[in-house]
Antibody, heavy 120, light 110 residues
Framework: QVQVVQSGAEVKKPGASVKVSCKTS????????MHWVRQAPGQGLEWMGI????????NFAQKFQGRITMTSDTSTSTVYMELSSLRSQDTAVYYC?????????????WGQGTTVTVSS | QSALTQPASVSGSPGQSITISCTGT?????????VSWYQQYPGKAPKLLIY???NRPSGVSNRFSGSKSGNAASLTISGLQAEDEADYFC??????????FGGGTQLTVL
């Protein structure tokens, strides 16, 4: 069955970087885009960006431009999201979510989430 | 890109119908038929309920329906059940080829 499994929780100091992985299985990795979405404690969902695993083309929310990187590894069907210059406001649960085929906006399979805590 | 506007909370009794609104602009909700809706339980990942304004993925109950008029989209839940108590988020494609979410609506089943 289709699965998306994320890496474990991270604790980082302000100014550091974090890299979260999202390993997929059960479908053709290169046929689906992957979104990254985060949710701060008690807050709503925030779209961060999207990657086309074929070729690695990305599109980021303006808010994260300059400090976010998304990459893909087709040999392991895994996508990565790296966020740098972390501050306390980046403390959140980070999700990867597969983009549903045939639409520009529908995230149909979600990872379990990765908690990132930024604290000195 | 500003978040889409949703009511913070709605409530209804079992068996009733409720509607959650999602208001954007002509650069997002009004400009494209790419509105989606998600259900989220505490501590869990969101689940896709509706995509492309009114389409349900396989396995989603037909008690959930979506619509759009102008710059506003709506999610209607009919025959309200206790298990529907959750947070609901809308999302839209935007003119800058990004996506934007609403602030979320907490549904309480009385």
């Amino acid at each position: 069955q289709v699965q998306v499994v994320q890496s474990g929780a991270e604790v980082k100091k302000p100014g550091a970087s974090v890299k979260v992985s999202c390993k997929t299985s059960g479908y053709t990795f290169t046929n689906f885009y992957m979104h990254w979405v985060r949710q701060a404690p008690g807050q709503g969902l925030e779209w961060m960006g999207i990657i086309n695993p074929t070729g690695g083309t990305t599109n980021f929310a303006q808010k994260f431009q300059g400090r976010i990187t998304m990459t893909s590894d087709t040999s392991t069907s895994t996508v990565y999201m790296e966020l740098s210059s972390l501050r306390s406001q980046d403390t959140a649960v980070y999700y990867c979510a597969r983009g549903r085929a045939g639409t520009r906006n529908g995230m149909d399979v979600w990872g379990q989430g990765t908690t990132v805590t930024v604290s000195s | 890109q500003s978040a889409l506007t949703q009511p913070a909370s709605v409530s209804g009794s079992p068996g009733q119908s409720i509607t959650i609104s999602c208001t954007g602009t002509s650069s997002d909700v009004g400009g494209y038929n790419y509105v989606s809706w998600y259900q989220q339980y505490p501590g869990k990942a969101p689940k896709l309920l509706i995509y492309d304004v009114s389409n349900r993925p396989s396995g989603v109950s037909n008690r959930f329906s979506g619509s759009k008029s102008g710059n506003a989209a709506s999610l209607t839940i009919s025959g309200l059940q206790a298990e529907d108590e959750a947070d609901y988020f809308c999302s839209s494609y935007t003119s800058s080829t990004s996506r934007v979410f609403g602030g979320g609506t907490q549904l309480t089943v009385l």
